[in-house]
């Protein structure tokens, strides 16, 4: 079954880091660039971070540069996104999205940033 699945969500007090993961199912997914995008409440969905099939080339949010780093391993089907020195204005629903011969996206998963 064709599915990207995020992981590793949860509550965090601000300034402390998170880790979340997006496993993919079922495609190629060396072939696929893939970004995170989150949405707050109340706001609309907006991209996060993003980074090229190989890996070679990542680009960020101005609001999370220097705090939010885009990785990816190919050989485990997994894009992932370490969040540093997190803050109360980055608590959303955190999407993983793939984008190459098709656009897919997960279910997401909350990240809460409070004391």
């Known amino acids: 079954q064709v599915q990207l699945v995020e992981s590793g969500g949860g509550l965090v007090q601000p300034g402390g880091s998170l880790r979340l993961s997006c496993a993919a199912s079922a495609i190629t997914f060396s072939r696929y660039a893939m970004s995170w995008y989150r949405q707050a409440p109340g706001k609309e969905r907006e991209l996060v971070a993003a980074i090229t099939s190989t890996g070679g080339s990542t680009n960020y949010a101005d609001s999370v540069k220097g705090r939010f780093t885009i990785s990816r391993d190919n050989d485990k089907n997994t894009v992932y996104l370490q969040m540093n020195s997190l803050k109360p204005e980055d608590t959303a629903v955190y999407y993983c999205?793939?984008?190459?011969?098709?656009?897919?996206w997960g279910k997401g998963t909350l990240v809460t940033v409070s004391s």
């Open positions: 999205r793939g984008m190459w011969l098709m656009e897919l």
